[in-house]
Nanobody, 124 residues
Framework: QLQLVESGGGLVQPGGSLRLSCAASGVTLDRYAIAWYRQAPGREREVVSCISSTTSSTTSADSVKVRFTISRDSAKTTVYLQKNNLKTKDNACYYC?????????????????WGKGIQVTVPS
């Protein structure tokens, strides 16, 4: 069982930046494609960004494509979501997910593992 742990959330003013991290204790993530999802109050969960296991391919939702960047560290232990120019619409709980596959994914049914989620608050 892969246990994913998110960190780096918190309160940030509009226009600010934040970096989320996702790691699995004692395990490298190089065999997994990783995706960040988010769920805003009163809304369904949606995919934000995804990265392949080889780092060669990434995808992002149109709403964040210019502002968010997903990446991995060289040791393949951590996946990051760098978020710039944050907006009130980015106010949500962010989840790190993993799938035992090489390729990026976007559908909820494709997810094998979930983190517990971390809150990002962007006040209006």
């Amino acid at each position: 069982q892969l246990q994913l742990v998110e960190s780096g959330g918190g309160l940030v003013q509009p226009g600010g930046s934040l970096r989320l991290s996702c790691a699995a204790s004692g395990v490298t993530l190089d065999r997994y494609a990783i995706a960040w999802y988010r769920q805003a109050p009163g809304r369904e969960r949606e995919v934000v960004s995804c990265i392949s296991s080889t780092t060669s391919s990434t995808t992002s939702a149109d709403s964040v494509k210019v502002r968010f960047t997903i990446s991995r560290d060289s040791a393949k232990t951590t996946v990051y979501l760098q978020k710039n120019n944050l907006k009130t619409k980015d106010n949500a709980c962010y989840y790190c997910t993993a799938r035992s596959t090489s390729f990026p994914y976007r559908n909820l049914y494709e997810i094998d593992f979930w983190g517990k989620g971390i809150q990002v608050t962007v006040p209006s």
